[in-house]
């Protein structure tokens, strides 16, 4: 089994901390650079039944000129060719603007899409269950994961999930 997963989310929130995890520091901060116009492979995990292509998503952010535009255009087509979404947030930040936006980029799209609580090594778990509150009627989330990539929580359990939808 394989696919393309695309991680999305404001910045921060622990995205390429999840993919040093899971993939190792070298690549993942090799690609680790600001805003391309192209989509690129940020790192291949191989397991024993899987293969998870991670690519970078830029462009999520709201258009202010004509190649940010074209880049959003280029973005919202990418999230639908890939088979998961990862929409990470950070369990301290409440649902900002950005996560609004978000959010409406992935409108009528029917890739499915994971929201992946990053950060509850940082929060109490009644914190935490009014967080995934906060954002569950925002969007028809396929899973809901709460993680810590700083340290390890649940991130296997994450990993098995996305296998098992591939
Ligand atoms: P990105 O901008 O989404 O790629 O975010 P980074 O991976 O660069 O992480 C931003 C900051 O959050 C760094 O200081 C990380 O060490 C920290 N961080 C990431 N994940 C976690 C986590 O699960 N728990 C805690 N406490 N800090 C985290
Ligand atoms: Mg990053």
Redesign the pocket.
């Given at each position: 089994k394989s696919g393309f997963i695309s991680i999305i989310?404001?910045?921060?929130?622990?995205?390429?901390?999840?993919l040093?995890r899971v993939i190792g520091q070298k690549i993942a901060i090799m690609s680790?650079k600001p805003q391309t116009t192209r989509n690129k492979i940020q790192g291949v995990l191989t397991r024993t039944n899987s293969q998870m292509v991670f690519i970078d998503t830029p462009g999520i952010h709201k258009p202010k000129h004509k190649l940010g535009e074209f880049m959003f255009k280029v973005t919202k087509n990418t999230l639908r060719e890939v088979d998961i979404v990862m929409l990470?947030v950070?369990a301290e930040q409440e649902l900002g603007k950005g996560d609004e936006f978000i959010l409406e980029m992935l409108e009528g799209n029917s890739t499915p899409v994971f929201l992946v609580v990053?950060?509850?090594?940082?929060v109490h778990p009644d914190e935490l269950a009014k967080f995934i509150n906060s954002f569950k009627d925002k969007y028809p989330f396929k899973e809901i994961i709460p993680?810590?990539?700083?340290?390890g929580n649940n991130v296997e359990n994450l990993l098995a999930t996305i296998e098992s939808y591939l």
């Open positions: 989310g404001r910045p921060n929130v622990g995205k390429s901390t999840f040093n680790d990470m950070n990053n950060k509850i090594d940082k993680i810590s990539a700083l340290e």
